[in-house]
Nanobody
């Protein structure tokens, strides 16, 4: 009943910037913790950044100082601003969210959702 739709990926030269968006829709009461992960073929899906409902952020060391995660609760959207991009940032980026659903009987119960992924390619 909840979907996460990602957008904003694409091709960019090293040193450039992209902003990823993750829009949640469906029977949402609230989005609690949310985050961005990335994955390349044949490797593990790794955490990039997280943001709590209260706005506390955490970043992987590899992106600290370059990426910024934010959220707009009014439109149920999580963002990832990526600056000073490097070729090693190339990956499929996935949005993740812990959601309390607006369904009778489910209030107070968290469900985990993933977006479909968006490709980010950084050229050298």
């Amino acid at each position: 009943q909840v979907q996460l739709v990602e957008s904003g990926g694409g091709l960019v030269q090293a040193g450039g910037s992209l902003r990823l968006s993750c829009a949640a829709s469906g029977s949402i009461f609230s989005i609690n913790d949310a985050g961005w992960y990335r994955q390349v073929p044949g490797s593990q899906r790794d955490l990039v950044a997280t943001i709590t409902r209260g706005g506390r952020t955490n970043y992987a060391d590899s992106v600290k100082g370059r990426f910024t995660i934010s959220r707009d609760n009014a439109v149920d959207t999580v963002y990832l601003q990526m600056n000073s991009l490097k070729p090693e940032d190339t990956a499929v980026y996935y949005c993740h969210a812990d959601v309390e659903r607006r369904v009778w009987g489910d209030y107070g119960v968290e469900y985990e959702y993933w977006g479909q992924g968006t490709q980010v390619t950084v050229s050298s």
